[in-house]
């Protein structure tokens, strides 16, 4: 039997947040209960079978921390409430949807979107070393770099260092115009982006220059102790064995170390193995060190790059069946 409810929304900025550019929170919405959602001014009209309008109404009220404030949900956050309300988790997802990790330069809040990107925030606080492995998309980098900053703000690191390899996906770093450094910037380019999110760009050169802050190549760590130091490691899947277990071997006191990847993404040649899939086997079981796996279900840019994943994903299953 079909049944109807309706959810009055205290102001229009609430009903936009929820609907979504081009009510496409709306469609998602549908996909996850069953029941149709038509919105009409600050009137959201439910209608389905019983349980399809329970459900959807508990969904719909479990993101209201969102909404009543005016800000943006997310296709992520609709997903994330859902699996709450599936695994009996809403005191976990009142704790995510409550717990900014911090604002950027333009004042919008930063926080975890997913249960295991929580998870991994959470072992970045509590741990010296930390894998996190994952597709596009997840936040692996950005989720650690704002957690870095906050750190040296907070005067618990001397420096915060990124780095990466510079493995050349397509392009020959030595064909590429400029001295070093511009050669190896488009390689460290998603590493200050992240940085710019955070921080006043015009103070960035300055912390650069004073050494507050490094961004540079692998190849630059090689022979140095990293005392009081945030060092975050990206697309460490493009690492060998041998510059995997040296920039490991780095880490000084008072340090902390994250290491990001996808291991579906490497750009080395076929018949070098990679060294961030050899350091999770080997390391595994080593004490005070945690290992972290987002998947496409933590993607939190444009939907689209959700499902983009997904289709290389079936497509490589199908390849290997």
């Known amino acids: 039997m079909v049944t109807t409810s309706t959810i009055e929304l205290p102001t229009p900025e609430s009903a936009i947040a929820l609907a979504g550019f081009q009510e496409e929170n709306l469609k998602v919405l549908a996909q996850q209960t069953g029941a149709s959602f038509v919105l009409r001014g600050q009137s959201l009209h439910i ?104 750190a040296l703000l907070a005067n618990q690191y001397e420096r915060l260092i990124l780095t990466r390899p510079a493995v050349e996906a397509g392009e020959k770093l030595g064909f590429l115009p400029g001295d070093l450094q511009q050669k190896v910037n488009p390689y460290l380019r998603p590493l200050y982006d992240a940085l710019y999110e955070m921080l006043d760009p015009e103070k960035i050169p300055s912390l650069m220059e004073r050494g507050v802050i490094e961004v540079a190549p692998l ?86 790059v959700q499902r983009i994943v997904a289709a290389y994903e079936e497509h490589e299953k199908a390849g290997e069946s």
């Open 47 to 150: 209608s389905g079978l019983e349980k399809q309008v329970a459900l959807s109404t508990e969904l719909v009220r479990s993101l209201e921390p969102y909404w009543s404030q005016g800000k943006q949900v997310t296709s992520v956050d609709i997903l994330t409430a859902r699996h709450a309300l599936n695994t009996d988790r809403q005191d976990e997802l009142q704790a995510l949807q409550q717990n900014v990790l911090a604002r950027t330069r333009r004042g919008e809040e930063i926080r975890a979107k997913t249960f295991r990107q929580r998870q991994y925030v959470q072992a970045i606080q509590t741990h010296d070393l930390i894998f996190c492995t994952g597709p596009a998309g997840t936040g692996k980098t950005f989720l650690a770099a704002v957690v870095a900053v906050q």
């Open 219 to 304: 190849a630059y760590m090689r022979g140095r102790t990293l005392n009081n130091a945030f060092v975050i490691l990206d697309e460490a899947q493009n690492t060998t064995p041998a510059q995997m277990k040296m920039v490991l071997t780095r880490l000084g006191f008072r340090s902390r170390m994250v290491v990001t990847g996808d291991t579906t993404q490497t750009d080395l040649p076929n018949y070098q193995q990679s060294g961030l899939s050899m350091a999770q086997k080997i390391l595994h079981n080593v004490e005070g060190i945690a290992f972290c796996q987002l998947t496409k279900a933590d993607v939190v840019r444009h939907p689209l």
